[in-house]
């Protein structure tokens, strides 16, 4: 087809020359629209007037629409520009097309649109505009966004698909696309570079597959209305709707193997997790039952089996490709694996001997402990790159302890604990007998969210560090551990002595390795274990177990029978599980309350947010508490005497109030921790700080550590444990 003169005057008054260097390059693709070439362009001239932009048709027409393209573009070269694809290359369809766009583009934002003016180029000025401010990758033109319609869908059938069809995009990636109304829509501008190089687009929905599968960060909407067609027959049609579906198929199984995002990665890799601990469970379960082995014994055995199928799962379904040959990969993830298997093993023994949990469950929950480790090391040192990776690893540690406020305090923690290793054996034995006093787990699990979120100081803190003050300091600190340790006293509470001698020592390790003015920052979180001294009175001990008992009872009344005036009861195949009021956190909700307020008061001061905020805390402490007595009857109720006696085992109820009132330390320290200044140093030099903290360590210590690592090692080996 011949354009006429009077189609090349009109052609050519539609275009005026723009800038040399387009920001943006509108791709418009077209199938037989030639028709709409020439209102196309006159309407673009009318709003891109001041934007520097050019048009690039991408053409898969028979009937002349390239000659009309070619006519206009040979009045303005450097604007209108034309990729027609000859027949034998039209795979793909409008979104292969819309690809090809997007490669040829020579602007750093390309802006997608269609040829048949249902996408009103009036609409551009507002995605430019969003594309100027919004600081976003991809910015969509939708049609349910605000004042959005999709009145020109002409047919409530069509309007009707559309609306599903962007469900069922949004049900199939419900992360990726969270923020967006329009997954459907043709109509949109994305920055060049975040657009992946290799999408394989099969129909009309190019947009989905760009935000499925590029690096898009962030993504902004602007409403539109999308018009009825000028001229010309629409392309959609079942063939399309059954090609949509088959492209949502297969984006969704694509991106599920090897996905590029963390979160998800992790989540695949604790999928295949779960799928090897059936395997260790099940091949655990032979072992033990059939062939009598002991159950660390099989426990080992199982954990090899379980390797071998965790590595050909996340090697072939979730972690990146890499060069390394697939030998060495199971090299290294069989020996990363092999040395985390004591801890696994110390895990699987604490949960079966001391909570006497059923050797199946605590093997589950023992798999659990290492997953965090196992993940990091997995995905840093085997598939993280080439020859150097366990170099860069020590590397980036060796920085991270010299330079780390969080790596150092745990640091002190540690230096503490080989300093005075019957404070954690204290913890143990509160974890495991029920006695008055408020147990040490929570004011510990609080101090410890305190420490995270206080490490960091205020801005105007200077950054100067006094080593000769911190020295002078430390050493009394750690001359007064030492002064409590040689000349405490006996008598009734002979664990008030050493637990305050741990807590002088904890101090005066972190003015060594943290500086004075953390260690000022962080005294309510130092003292707090403290209070593991407490001991409540009868009267507070009875009005606490009386609230929580009879907000469970109250609450778990359609399942639960009240026996008497403190005890909750439940039925598990005819028998009888008691839930008495020795079992309720107690001295738990003490320790709770006497946390909350000295975390309150070092996150907020003596203000009257501290008492609102602490009231708060205090109501989620208490209701947890009750949730968890229910739980704990529902677990007997559901799973039987076994699932009963792990969750009211002594102690475990104190869990729920720790975590409860750690988390909302952790969200009010994280409130007012200052933003980290570019090229600040928070921590002094510590070299010599750790290795006389050390020395220190170790003299408090070693006959307490010899004491204490002796039975150990004879219980590991001992035919108790084993059999």
């Keep these: 087809m011949n354009a006429s003169n009077g189609e090349r005057e009109a052609l050519a008054g539609a275009v005026e020359l723009l800038e040399p260097a387009p920001q943006f390059t509108i791709v418009i693709p077209t199938c037989n629209e030639s028709d709409n070439v020439a209102p196309m362009l006159n309407r673009l001239n009318a709003v891109l007037t001041d934007v520097p932009a050019e048009v690039l048709f991408v053409d898969d027409s028979d009937d002349g629409t390239a000659e009309l393209i070619r006519v206009a573009a040979a009045d303005a070269a450097d604007r209108i520009r034309l990729l027609h694809r000859p027949p034998g290359q039209r795979s793909g ?80 990636f419900p992360y990726r696309l969270r923020h967006v109304t329009d997954p459907m829509s043709g109509f949109f501008a994305v920055r060049r570079e975040a657009v992946d190089d290799n999408l394989r687009p099969n129909g009309f929905k190019i947009l989905l597959e760009i935000l499925v599968r590029s690096r898009i960060q962030r993504i902004a909407e602007v409403p539109y209305t999308f018009q009825p067609r000028l001229a010309g027959a629409s392309k959609a049609s079942v063939r399309e709707g059954v090609r949509f579906a088959r492209q949502l198929v297969r984006l969704r199984v694509q991106t599920a193997v090897r996905p590029s995002s963390r979160v998800a990665r992790m989540l695949g890799f604790a999928a295949a997790g779960a799928s090897g601990i059936v395997v260790n469970s099940v091949l655990l379960w032979l072992l033990t039952r059939w062939l009598t082995v002991p159950y660390l014994a099989a426990a080992v055995v199982a954990t090899q089996a379980a390797i071998g199928w965790n590595f050909a799962v996340i090697d072939r379904l979730v972690m990146p490709d890499v060069e390394d040959r697939a030998r060495r990969r199971f090299g290294r993830f069989w020996l990363l694996n092999n040395a985390l298997l004591p801890l696994h093993l110390a895990a699987l023994a604490v949960l079966v001997q001391g909570l006497h949990l059923h050797y199946l469950a605590a093997n589950v929950a023992a798999i659990g402990t290492v997953f965090v480790a196992r993940y990091a090391a997995v995905s840093r040192w085997i598939y993280g790159g080439r020859g150097s990776a366990m170099a860069s690893v020590v590397g980036r540690t060796a920085v991270a302890v010299r330079g780390s406020a969080r790596v150092r305090m745990t640091l002190a923690c540690l230096f503490t604990a080989a300093a005075f290793p019957g404070t954690a054996t204290r913890l143990w034995a509160d974890l495991r007998d029920s006695e008055p006093n408020v147990p040490l787990v929570i004011p510990l699990v609080v101090a410890a969210a305190l420490l995270v979120g206080r490490l960091r100081p205020s801005a105007a803190e200077p950054e100067v560090h006094d080593r000769q003050v911190d020295g002078l300091i430390a050493a009394g600190l750690l001359g007064t551990a030492a002064a409590l340790t040689v000349f405490a006293p006996g008598g009734a509470t002979p664990r008030v002595w050493p ?225």
């Design 499 to 723: 637990l305050l001698a741990a807590v002088a020592y904890l101090a005066g390790a972190t003015v060594l390795l943290l500086g004075t003015r953390a260690a000022a920052r962080l005294r309510w979180a130092l003292i707090l274990p403290l209070m593991a001294v407490v001991t409540p009175t009868a009267a507070l001990r009875d009005v606490g177990g009386w609230m929580v008992v009879n907000g469970a009872a109250l609450l778990s009344a359609p399942f639960a029978d009240r026996l008497g005036a403190g005890a909750l009861s439940v039925r598990y195949g005819g028998q009888p599980l008691v839930l008495t009021e020795a079992a309720a956190p107690a001295a738990a909700l003490l320790g709770a309350l006497l946390s909350v307020l000295l975390a309150g008061l070092c996150c907020f001061g003596a203000t009257p947010r501290f008492l609102t905020r602490a009231l708060v805390a205090w109501a989620a402490v208490l209701a947890t508490a009750v949730v968890g007595l229910i739980c704990a009857l529902l677990a007997g109720r559901l799973f039987g005497p076994d699932a009963f006696r792990a969750v009211t085992a002594p102690g475990a109820l104190d869990l729920v109030p720790a975590v409860t009132i750690a988390i909302f330390a952790w969200r009010w320290s994280r409130t007012v921790a200052a933003p980290r200044a570019a090229g600040r140093r928070y921590v002094p030099r510590g070299r010599l700080a750790a290795v006389a903290l050390a020395l220190v360590a170790g003299g408090f210590g070693g006959s307490a550590l010899a004491s204490v690592a002796v039975p150990v090692v004879t219980a590991i080996f001992d035919n108790t444990v084993l059999r």
């Design 93 to 172: 369809g409008l979104g292969a097309a819309v690809a090809a766009g997007i490669a040829a583009a020579r602007a750093p934002w390309v802006i997608v649109m269609d040829g048949d003016l249902q996408h009103p180029p009036e609409a551009l000025p507002a995605v430019v505009e969003a594309v100027d401010t919004a600081g976003a990758d991809v910015v969509v033109a939708s049609r349910y966004r605000a004042s959005g319609n999709a009145d020109g869908l002409g047919g409530p059938v069509r309007r009707l698909v559309s609306r599903m069809s962007g469900h069922l995009a949004r049900l199939a």
